[in-house]
């Protein structure tokens, strides 16, 4: 074939220009690189690859390519990725890359010639592109995990609040700018990988998150109840979060502190699943503060500690909003059996439900008792 070879060496020049050309034309990756790029280093690469075909051809019989044309592809695979070229790109310039020079055989070599050729050059298709896909998934998977160490060192150093423009710089992150903090709760831990690209998708932008200790940042001000809501559908199961915004990086570490401060409130007071912000839970957050106040309101509580269905009922009446009907119903009694039970409720606590500063109260001692836990667990009886 050395006669097809020299036909084939003679046209490589022009044909290298043409394989730049298409693939700049059907690839959206090499179409959006300079010109200067193009015909550089993506026109040397394409040559390197002609020459690799070339001395197939010419060699003939045997291993269409040996060991060494092997690892430069491999190589050149693993600098591609490195370079954060996309894999579908690489790909398509190999395909575009064989289908050029058939179209070039078809046109040089003599009928005889054209089934051998057609041959070498499957043959080294075959060979090269499980080694140039691996090489980049291999090269891809390596910078995917230096990308994450990186990023968990600087979401680290953000809620730390400690220097973070290198490791920003290092992450290819811009993270000046309003951050919503969001801190999570799951009620089975669900998979990192799958949470990640939840929240990915949903930002439509890598989100820096902490899967050990379960907390976010998501850029802008971004619509976190929406996000928590497909989240839940992404995972599957009820999920709890609390988001407390931050005006810009130096803020981070106060709202993160507040994100998991509501939070902890959610889970103790055994909130439903949802999102939840500090103003949500305010007087929650008053009240739990520690001291003699929230034992004292707890206390006011105790004497219902052996009438658990009346402490039951004051609970879902406050829950329902005062609501005597809606109470009712929930706990499928009659309206005067809900008369009946919030008087003893008056007549234990002294504290009268009618009373507007009276059931304020009433419903505060609740959510000291639920902080504080009740301060005399006795036996229970039933009730009515």
Known sequence: MSDLHARMAARVGDLTGVVVARCAAESPYYGALPRATLQGEVARSIAAVHALLLRAL???????????????????????????????????????GAEAWWQTLTEVAEPGELAGAGGRLLACLHAALPAVVLAHQNAREQLHSEDRRVRRALLGALLAGRPYEELA???????????????????????????????DAFTRSPVLMDHVARIALVPGRADVPGLVTRLEKDVGQPVRAAAARSAGPSAVPSAAEEAGRVLDLVLRLGRPPGCYRLDDVLLEHQLARPGDGLVRLAAKLDPLEEHPY?????????????????????????????????????????????????????????????????SDTRGATGGP
């Not at 695979?77 to 395909?95: D, G, H, Q």
Request: glycine share 8%.
């Open 310 to 374: 009346l402490l039951e009922t004051l609970r879902v009446f406050v829950t329902r909003g005062l609501n005597r009907r809606r109470t009712a119903a929930e706990l499928c009694v009659h309206r005067n059996t809900l008369d009946y039970r919030l008087q003893r409720v008056t007549a234990l606590t002294g504290l009268d439900l009618a009373v507007p500063e009276q059931a304020r109260l009433l419903q505060a001692a609740l959510v000291a008792r639920d902080l504080a836990g009740p």
């Open 169 to 199: 710089g290092a992450a290819r992150v811009a993270v000046e700018g309003e951050y919503e903090v969001v801190a999570f709760a799951f009620a089975a831990e669900p998979p990192s990988r799958l949470v990640q690209s939840s929240l």
């Open 58 to 96: 010419r060699d003939g019989g045997g291993e269409p390519m040996g060991p060494g044309d092997l690892t430069r592809l491999v190589e050149w695979s693993a600098r591609r990725a490195e370079e954060r070229v996309p894999l579908e790109a690489v790909t398509a310039a190999y395909l575009i």
